[in-house]
């Protein structure tokens, strides 16, 4: 029996055209996924602007006949659309890592920041003093939506990859709603004289019950969205 004889295979050396093609598709690659990622969070974050003065009454009637308690007294339809954008940022964080979101979540701010200024000041000689909200509702409203969303998808990539497959979603998801009720109330309603702490703990019971129902449509996404490797999965 002859003996087999090994064959070395050598790829040739990649030239320096070679090489900028490839950086080139993995940079307009890059680019064009976090564009897709920045448009899904843009939408809430504007729509959310848009309706942060409407008072949500759809949850008043689960507080009984308490009216200091009813959500429409705090919650707003704009804060109600911005609950969604943690769990955007989970969705994503679970395709492409906790980084990855991260990113989509800064491009995406910036994007919503320009588009509001650009409206701004389009719409400046007819607004009068009341039509904008205080600033300190306006720097706490942001503070806290940005702070939960990056808590969300940072603390679903440290608890991933052990344990009950809920454990990761439900508890990012709680994380990110417990930073935003610790920072907007505090930031909005501080010094006022309102309840403001009873309203804190019934909009964080609020979002339990968001968080919860999230669970069984992230259970239904978790094939369709397997972590894709090199992006922080696993």
Excluded at 83 to 111: D, H, M, N, Q
Excluded at 138 to 166: C, K, L, P
């Amino acid at each position: 029996m002859e003996p087999t004889t090994a064959v070395e295979k050598r790829h040739a050396p990649e030239t320096a055209l070679q090489r900028l093609g490839r950086l080139s598709g993995e940079f307009l690659s890059s680019l064009g996924r976090m564009a897709v990622l920045t448009a899904i969070f843009t939408p809430l974050l504007l729509l959310s602007f848009l309706t942060a003065d409407l008072p949500m009454r759809a949850f008043d009637g689960l507080f009984g006949v308490d009216a200091g308690l009813r959500p429409s007294n705090w919650l707003s339809v704009g804060a109600f659309i911005m609950a969604f954008a943690p769990l955007a940022g989970i969705l994503i964080a679970r395709k492409y890592g906790g980084e990855e979101a991260s990113r989509a979540v800064t491009a995406s701010w910036g994007v919503a920041a320009i588009a509001v200024f650009t409206e701004l000041s389009y719409l400046a000689p007819a607004l009068e003093a009341g039509d904008m909200p205080p600033a300190r509702f306006a720097v706490a409203f942001v503070a806290s939506a940005m702070a939960a969303q990056y808590i969300a998808v940072n603390v679903y990539d440290v608890v991933r990859g052990g344990g009950r497959w809920w454990r990761a979603p439900l508890f990012s998801a709680l994380g990110g709603y417990l930073v935003y009720g610790l920072v907007y109330f505090p930031g909005v309603m501080w010094g006022s004289g309102l309840p403001w702490l009873n309203w804190m703990v019934a909009g964080f019971a609020i979002n339990v019950f968001l968080a919860a129902c999230f669970l069984p449509f992230y259970a239904f996404l978790r094939k369709p969205l397997r972590p894709k490797g090199g992006y922080g999965g696993v």
